[in-house]
């Protein structure tokens, strides 16, 4: 077993050594140009991008025409949202939109409503329940005449809650709202049909799944005009004129990989690490009862456990914990002392937040690896003392 042990698979993936191994030649003797029409090297290239993006589409049941690769989850997201307000103001000259959103949503979407608050555009941030669901009713409720978008994430990075995307996509169909989301942790891990859960606008990343890092998709229902994106990034007009820049083919490759292996593992995958995260959990569990879990206990990814330990400060159980790598929240806030905003939205008091593990198992975590990070937490939870001014009174809240 090597040292430390990685569980913190939400953050990011290690790329699958097959998706490397389908990546090399694009760094090497295929190195063309895919937009170069005039050569054999651009025609491997462009070969290798077209297989991957019909790899992509597969995933997610869309077709290879509905691909727009970005450098990641986060551009695509920026597209998304920016895109359709700025599409919606360059077609009609409309200034009023407003976008509804939820209180757990990834920095990448918040910040995005944010930047265009700035602009004028108004947004309604939902309050989510224990579990950190949004309520489709909430959703319905929140719609308003100059509502363009809705955007929900399909599975939250912290806790692992699973959205009812299905109800929330009927509600917005009912409407006539686009409905974006993010599903960055749930492509490639749980079943992603946009077929049957019909998200106009889809943001997901390679290496949120085993593929290479700055390499990402959105998903634009249709090629038709419905969907007024104004692209974000202008130049030769790849990607439909949405997304230019010459095409990162290794990664793209690579990308096209990892979605080919996750279709085909990802029910084995899911059942062997939910055992493999049922273990930590118990095993956590047994030695240190007055610890309670996050995030729905059903519908749940089966790679998150985010777990409380009353009384203690997560970042000291970190730090005296180097052999195991877990996170306390989403690595983009781990650099700001601000306790979690997702668990504060599920109603955690902040002394709770702080007080919290994210662990995120993953397709290379072994039962010897779990065994090892279960006894380190529980030592570290049992030796650190638990501080008077963290006294914890209402924990039982939400609990269960
Ligand atoms: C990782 C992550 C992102 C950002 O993805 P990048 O590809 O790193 O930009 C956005 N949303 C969620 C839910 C994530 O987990």
């Given at each position: 077993m090597r040292l430390p042990v990685y569980l913190d698979n939400q953050a990011t993936t290690p790329l699958d050594p097959r998706v490397l191994e389908a990546m090399l030649p694009y760094f090497t003797e295929?190195?063309?140009?895919?937009?170069?029409?005039?050569h054999e090297f651009g025609w491997m290239a462009e070969a290798a991008v077209d297989v991957a993006r019909g790899q992509v589409a597969r995933l997610i049941g869309a077709?290879?025409?509905?691909i727009i690769f970005t450098s990641g989850a986060t551009e695509s997201i920026n597209l998304a949202l920016k895109g359709l307000v700025e599409g919606h103001r360059r077609r009609n000259g409309r200034q009023e939109m407003h976008i509804v959103t939820a209180a757990t949503e990834h920095h990448a979407v918040l910040d995005t409503c944010k930047a265009l608050g700035m602009s004028g555009v108004r947004y309604t941030v939902l309050r989510v329940d224990h579990f950190g669901r949004v309520e489709p009713d909430a959703v319905s409720r929140a719609?308003?005449?100059?509502?363009i978008l809705v955007s929900v994430m399909w599975?939250?990075?912290?806790?692992g809650t699973i959205a009812p995307m299905s109800e929330i996509s009927e509600v917005c169909r009912a409407k006539g709202v686009l409905l974006h989301s993010d599903a960055t942790q749930a492509v490639g891990k749980i079943p992603v049909d946009i077929r049957s859960i019909p998200a106009d606008l889809l943001s997901f990343s390679a290496h949120k799944m085993y593929g290479p890092k700055g390499i990402g998709a959105l998903y634009v229902r249709g090629?038709?005009?419905r969907i007024p994106l104004a692209p974000q990034i202008d130049g030769g007009g790849h990607e439909r004129g949405l997304r230019s820049g010459t095409l990162n083919v290794p990664a793209i490759a690579g990308f096209g990989k990892a979605a080919k292996l996750a279709a085909a593992e990802m029910e084995e995958e899911s059942k062997r690490v939910a055992e493999l995260r049922d273990l930590l959990e118990r095993q956590i569990c047994a030695a240190l009862p007055d610890v309670f879990m996050n995030g729905h206990p059903v519908d749940r990814l089966a790679n998150s456990a985010s777990i409380t330990f009353p009384g203690r400060r997560a970042d000291a159980m970190i730090l005296a914990m180097k052999d195991v790598a877990v996170s306390t929240g989403s690595a983009c806030s781990?650099?700001?002392?601000?306790?979690s905003h997702v668990l504060q939205a599920i109603g955690r008091l902040s002394a709770d937040a702080r007080a919290t593990l994210r662990f995120g198992l993953g397709r290379f975590t072994t039962e010897e690896e779990v065994l090892y990070a279960a006894r380190r937490v529980v030592e570290v939870a049992a030796g650190s003392q638990p501080a008077a001014e963290l006294f914890h009174s209402f924990g039982n809240q939400g609990r269960h």
């Open positions: 295929h190195f063309g140009n895919a937009a170069s029409k005039a077709d290879s025409s509905e719609i308003q005449d100059d509502t599975a939250n990075n912290e806790i090629t038709g005009q781990s650099a700001m002392p601000e306790p």
